[in-house]
């Protein structure tokens, strides 16, 4: 957890100036395209200079968000929602709206992210405003633009699931339509897929009730599709919860039928070790999933009937059964 260099009053104050350079951002932005639209012959070096000049008030707007997010983050609880309520809310819900440009969307969808996620339960009180915004945006032609609303949705599984129940029936189908695309792994949607993906896997654990046909589906669909690569930070939490539940022995994940895409996955991971060693920034597992991924692998070894991990092992790529033959004997 970040630790907290700023009390409420100084954050109060950081934001009061963060929000005004950002109310004078959209101030010349609008100044920009207004002028620009009046022109009644616009050439196309004209169109090429307004989009450079919106890229500096864009980028500008980016660090301006962040600031306010780092804040929300070190504050936390019922700090971060008073700071949003005071501050940040009056200027960024309303960029919710869908005529909203992208960009500017994003960053009101991030900052709501933000929220919902280090807020507590506090925060819910938002989703009523941002629900629409964040259902519309898995729509999104940007995939910038989808990856934040799926991060919020996802949230709102994690850390209030019985708000999410009345979501579930639009944005789970949704959700696995996108991770299943026939270019969901393309570089443009990798983001959006892994984010996806820790979304079903949320959803999965947290809002569906154990045991149900959909639970074993949204799972089934989850580990078919691990290890997660292109999302570090997602990863990193993924892995941890695929740990988790195998170690707790969910039905859904520990079954024998699951074995050899389990196994597929763990050797996935310790070969991915090799490349990006655990513990650096790049890195799909930390050093202390990456103890817990050899453990299970160890255990799989020596507590499941010797045919069937003979069947398994023989699934697994000549790389992958090296990998995890030096990582367990190391």
């Not at 629900?131 to 032609?141: H, I, P, S, Y």
């Not at 809002?207 to 149900?212: Q, S």
Request: aromatic share 4%; hydrophobic share 45%; with cysteine.
């Amino acid at each position: 957890a970040p630790s907290v260099c700023l009390g409420g009053e100084a954050s109060a104050q950081v934001a009061t100036l963060v929000v005004e350079a950002a109310t004078a951002s959209l101030g010349r932005r609008e100044r920009m395209t207004s002028a620009f639209g009046a022109s009644e012959e616009l050439e196309e070096e004209d169109l090429e200079r307004l989009e450079e000049e919106l890229e500096g008030e864009e980028e500008l707007m980016t660090n301006l968000v962040d600031c306010l997010g780092y804040t929300l983050k070190a504050l936390g609880g019922q700090g971060a929602v008073a700071l949003f309520d005071a501050k940040v809310a009056p200027l960024f819900l309303p960029l919710l709206a869908e005529a909203t440009p992208p960009t500017l969307k994003h960053n009101a969808v991030c900052l709501v992210d933000d929220l919902l996620e280090f807020g507590g339960p506090q925060a819910i009180k938002y989703l009523g405003v941002a629900a629409q915004a964040l259902v519309q945006g898995l729509d999104a032609q940007e995939p910038y633009l989808t990856q934040a609303c799926v991060y919020g949705l996802m949230q709102v599984a994690k850390v209030a699931p019985q708000h999410f129940a009345e979501l579930h029936p639009t944005v789970t189908p949704k959700l696995v339509q996108l991770a299943t695309q026939p270019d969901a792994r393309e570089e443009e949607k990798a983001l959006v897929t892994d984010n996806c993906l820790a979304a079903l896997g949320a959803i999965a654990q947290c809002v569906v009730v154990d045991g149900l046909p959909e639970q074993q589906q949204l799972f089934d669909l989850w580990l078919g599709q691990l290890p997660l690569k292109e999302d570090e930070s997602e990863a990193k939490l993924v892995h941890r919860q695929l740990c988790d539940l195998v170690e707790r022995g969910h039905p859904a994940i520990v079954d024998q039928a699951k074995l050899p895409t389990l196994l597929g996955v763990l050797a996935s991971l310790i070969e991915a070790n090799e490349e990006t060693r655990a513990g650096e920034p790049e890195a799909i597992l930390d050093e202390a999933t990456l103890a817990r991924v050899l453990g299970i692998t160890r255990s799989i070894q020596t507590s499941v009937p010797a045919p069937q991990v003979s069947a398994a092992w023989g699934g697994l790529t000549a790389n992958q059964q090296r990998a995890v033959q030096t990582a367990l004997t190391a």
